[in-house]
């Protein structure tokens, strides 16, 4: 059922990461605090329009992306490299898994951690290419 309703969240979950490229864009070219707040603004009405279950989903598969795959991380750089290990479950089997202990979560603690997390798009990317979304 998780996994299902992943598939069929692709789409809100790509708007969520698009958001926040056009808010590292803003700020990068200094376009000013007022867009980068409408687009913040944008970003925390998606996420809260969203239903329990499609936050628990949507937590879920940054869940898969954060966990899943090993990260190297160079402290004399910014730079960080996936190390991309072989993924032995299948996507019900990840979802179920990292789903394990957000189903005891409601929809504001969920909601809040996605919102307030900071590397949303980089989990949910990751999540979304271990479980073929």
């Given at each position: 059922m998780l996994y299902s309703l992943a598939v069929s969240l692709a789409g809100r979950m790509r708007a969520i990461m698009e958001i926040?490229?056009?808010m590292v864009e803003a700020e990068r070219n200094h376009l000013g605090k007022e867009i980068v707040r409408a687009l913040e603004q944008k970003r925390s009405e998606l996420i809260n329009s969203c239903t329990r279950d499609e936050l628990l989903?949507?937590?879920t598969v940054m869940n898969v992306?954060?966990?899943e795959r090993g990260y190297r991380y160079?402290?004399?750089r910014e730079d960080v490299e996936i190390i991309h290990l072989p993924i032995e479950l299948t996507g019900p089997e990840l979802m179920q898994k990292y789903s394990y202990y957000l189903v005891h979560r409601t929809k504001q603690e969920l909601?809040?951690?996605i919102e307030y997390y900071t590397a949303v798009s980089e989990q949910l990317k990751e999540?979304?290419?271990?479980l073929k979304l």
């Open positions: 926040e490229s056009e989903v949507i937590k992306g954060r966990s160079y402290f004399d909601a809040y951690g999540g979304m290419e271990i």
